[in-house]
């Protein structure tokens, strides 16, 4: 893939989630994302030609930047027991306050398309075996993972009754718990 091919995909990607951001996923029409992106429908439809294509391109893209995120995060963790399971922490809780939006408008896209999932579920394999490798008090640790994918899906499905303040005091307690692990 070129330069030029991969940059016009960052560049449609980034605007079909500005959509899905500012107005739902009823709003991701191929027209719109071509719209915000300053392309032509056709120009959309070069790079990803149809709408499963561009939410498949969303999805993996959301994944590799999670992941990304994370890899940066580890590099930060400062000698805690599980790197990888503190740059979790730290990654999500950014997660839940910039892309909150964006989780809660790429469910119902993908709700009906299983396999769209599947980019999510290769970075979660790799990062579960990374936290294997890491601790060997993984009852302790999987705590803290469910803890965070239970945060992260209550405010996908909009069902969450914590507010900010609580969620600081969740993150607080989980930061805690991986204290825990050090010792």
Same mark, same amino acid.
């Given at each position: 893939?070129?330069?030029?091919?991969? =940059?016009?995909?960052?560049?449609?990607?980034?605007?079909?989630?500005?959509?899905?951001?500012?107005?739902?996923?009823?709003?991701?029409?191929?027209?719109?994302?071509?719209?915000?992106?300053?392309?032509?429908?056709?120009?959309?439809?070069? =790079?990803?030609?149809?709408?499963?294509?561009?939410?498949?391109?969303?999805?993996?893209?959301?994944?590799?930047?999670?992941?990304?995120? &994370?890899?940066?995060?580890? *590099?930060?963790?400062?000698?805690?027991?599980?790197?990888?399971?503190?740059?979790?922490?730290?990654?999500?809780?950014?997660?839940?306050? *910039?892309?909150?939006?964006?989780?809660?408008?790429?469910?119902?896209?993908?709700?009906?398309?299983?396999?769209?999932?599947?980019?999510? &579920?290769?970075?979660?394999?790799?990062?579960?075996?990374?936290?294997?490798?890491?601790?060997?008090?993984?009852?302790?640790?999987?705590?803290?993972?469910?803890?965070?994918?239970?945060?992260?899906?209550?405010?996908?499905?909009?069902?969450?009754?914590?507010?900010?303040?609580?969620?600081?005091?969740?993150?607080?307690?989980?930061?805690?718990?991986?204290? *825990?692990? =050090?010792?």
């Amino acid at each position: 893939m070129s330069k030029t091919t991969k =940059n016009t995909k960052c560049q449609i990607l980034t605007a079909a989630l500005e959509v899905v951001r500012r107005a739902g996923s009823p709003a991701l029409t191929l027209d719109a994302v071509a719209e915000e992106a300053g392309l032509s429908k056709g120009g959309l439809l070069y =790079n990803f030609p149809s709408k499963d294509a561009l939410i498949r391109g969303m999805v993996e893209f959301l994944a590799g930047k999670f992941e990304a995120e &994370i890899a940066a995060a580890r *590099e930060n963790s400062g000698g805690a027991a599980s790197p990888t399971l503190a740059a979790m922490v730290d990654v999500t809780e950014g997660w839940l306050s *910039e892309q909150r939006d964006v989780a809660r408008a790429i469910l119902p896209a993908t709700a009906d398309k299983p396999d769209l999932r599947q980019p999510f &579920i290769d970075v979660k394999l790799r990062l579960r075996a990374a936290i294997l490798k890491e601790t060997s008090q993984l009852g302790a640790a999987w705590v803290i993972w469910t803890s965070l994918e239970g945060l992260h899906f209550s405010e996908a499905h909009c069902v969450s009754t914590l507010t900010d303040e609580d969620r600081t005091a969740v993150f607080e307690e989980l930061r805690g718990r991986l204290q *825990e692990l =050090n010792q």
